[in-house]
């Protein structure tokens, strides 16, 4: 079945208890996102007023978790749900979790950020490999959601492979953490935050590629976690 | 013993769909492009399905999509529609069910019938109960009348609600009780398959539940299928499904893929509720 959708039901009212469900989901997905973005800026630019500003929306990323739970939980008991509708509704559980997540390392990217600015730290050699780190997970996250949003496996897909190359962006920072921390022990402090920096962000990509995964089974009605991309692919490609 | 290698503990792909469709067991009953014509209209375009062994399978679909019909072309029923007429092949372990010289009592002994309006006789308790196994001569003496009956209710869990008015007439029983009189009556007989014609329609929800875990019971020692509105029921309850629609055998898989991943838009579309 490749044709998922959430509407086109003869009760308008669960084709609205449907959308509402994505539109939420969406709605927390951009604001997750708008976090991640502003609070690597605000470590990249030691942008207190910024920082702060991320931490205290964290709670509204934190209450969206708990009302769309709600709302999910009402079209559990009401509609009882099958098939395409249960995997979208269970697609949701699960992606709110891991967006809250995400909200979480952003509100630590944003702590980080307030050390920095609070320790007159100035923009610093290793500056362009998170700039490069930041855009790419800001970009797998949007894409991320848009696969959630069109229903599409296949972009689910190819946005889960990018998670990659923001492993492999993480290795060559911890790898330049080190030169540093060994070329200057009094760095060793500073390198260490950045270093968290850098797991934040990678961890962010982790959640991004679980999202993926919950589309894919959304849209494909199989788990794809815990096993290799070739498999996935395989489902995805319906062979 | 050595260490166990990587493989064993390598995650590997779920079943696919088909294979979790196949039920281990031998097949109790065949159907082979049955079809069946009311007059000059054909209801039921040629169904092929396998009924195993001690399985539940439930038959769902919209009203008028066949799925009765076919349930009662497994024990004959429809022979008592005047209008009705059956083509194709059904067995009941190998033998056609339809073959003339066949006794068409003995087989609705074992394949027997549960409807939705329970349906007891003006009768006692005993004598519902009672009826069946004398008409096919199961019992010699007076005991082991006495010990069907009591088996028969215990094994419909409605013994001990019962056992202490069995001559009491079963018409004033609860409505979630002669159903359950019902299935004793059915199993008195000791059948082999037992077709239900949506058992619970006219019952309330605990009366249903009770019926659902009898169901559950039930299927240790018989083979059953059930034709249900209900399909919160028809995942409760069986072990495969069939979804039928316009007189079509559309999709039959575990009941556990029809309400997760079906494989038919149109199955999609019935269990959601996308239909019309």
């Known amino acids: 079945m490749n044709t998922s959708r959430v509407d086109g039901h003869t009760s308008q009212a669960f084709d609205a208890d449907m959308n509402e469900i994505v539109n939420k989901v969406l709605d927390m997905g951009s604001l997750v996102t708008h976090q991640v973005e502003k609070a690597i800026y605000a470590f990249i630019h030691t942008d207190a007023d910024m920082a702060r500003a991320v931490i205290s929306k964290d709670d509204e990323v934190n209450h969206l978790e708990v009302k769309i739970d709600e709302h999910c939980v009402q079209v559990l008991v009401r509609r009882q749900p099958t098939a395409g509708d249960l995997r979208a509704v269970i697609a949701a559980i699960k992606t709110i979790k891991d967006l809250e997540r995400i909200g979480d390392q952003a509100k630590r990217i944003a702590r980080s950020a307030i050390k920095a600015a609070e320790a007159g730290a100035e923009a610093d050699r290793a500056f362009p490999e998170f700039e490069m780190m930041g855009t790419r997970v800001v970009r797998m996250l949007q894409d991320a959601m848009t696969a959630f949003r069109n229903h599409d496996a296949q972009e689910a897909l190819q946005v889960a492979l990018q998670d990659k190359a923001i492993d492999s962006d993480y290795e060559s920072i911890l790898r330049q953490n080190m030169t540093y921390m060994m070329e200057d022990p009094r760095n060793i402090t500073r390198i260490v935050e950045m270093t968290w920096v850098g797991r934040a962000i990678e961890r962010i990509g982790d959640h991004a590629r679980n999202v993926c995964e919950y589309t894919i089974y959304f849209v494909k009605g199989r788990d794809v976690r815990h096993i290799d991309d070739a498999q996935i692919e395989a489902i995805v490609q319906g062979r | ?276």
């Open chain 2, 1 to 276: 013993m050595g260490q166990p290698s990587m493989n064993t503990l390598k995650v590997t792909l779920p079943e696919s769909a088909d294979s979790q469709a196949l039920p281990q067991g031998n097949i109790k009953m065949s159907a082979r492009d049955v079809k069946v014509f009311y007059g000059a209209s054909e209801a039921l375009h040629g169904i092929n399905m396998d009924i195993y062994e001690n399985e539940v399978v439930a038959f769902i679909g919209p009203s008028g999509c066949g799925k009765s019909t076919f349930l009662r072309c497994l024990n004959r029923m429809n022979d008592t529609i005047d209008s009705a007429r059956v083509t194709g092949k059904v067995t009941l372990d190998d033998q056609d069910i339809y073959d003339p010289s066949l006794d068409v009592v003995q087989l609705r002994a074992q394949v027997g019938m549960v409807f939705q309006k329970p349906n007891p006789f003006p009768k006692s308790i005993f004598e519902n109960i009672a009826y069946g196994p004398r008409l096919h001569g199961l019992v010699d003496n007076k005991t082991d009348l006495e010990e069907i009956v009591e088996s028969s209710l215990r094994r419909a869990g409605l013994w001990n609600e019962v056992k202490d008015r069995l001559d009491a007439p079963g018409t004033g029983l609860s409505g979630g009780q002669q159903q359950r009189l019902c299935i004793a009556r059915a199993i008195a007989v000791s059948p082999e398959v037992i077709l239900m014609d949506e058992p619970c329609s006219a019952l309330d929800p605990i009366a249903t539940t009770i019926i659902e875990e009898l169901i559950d019971e039930l299927k240790g020692s018989y083979t059953i299928a059930i034709v249900t509105h209900n399909m919160q029921q028809a995942a409760r309850v069986s072990d495969r499904t069939a979804f039928f629609h316009l007189g079509n055998l559309v999709e039959l898989s575990a009941t556990r893929e029809i309400f997760t991943n079906p494989q038919d838009t149109r199955t999609e579309d019935y269990i959601t509720g996308r239909f019309g």
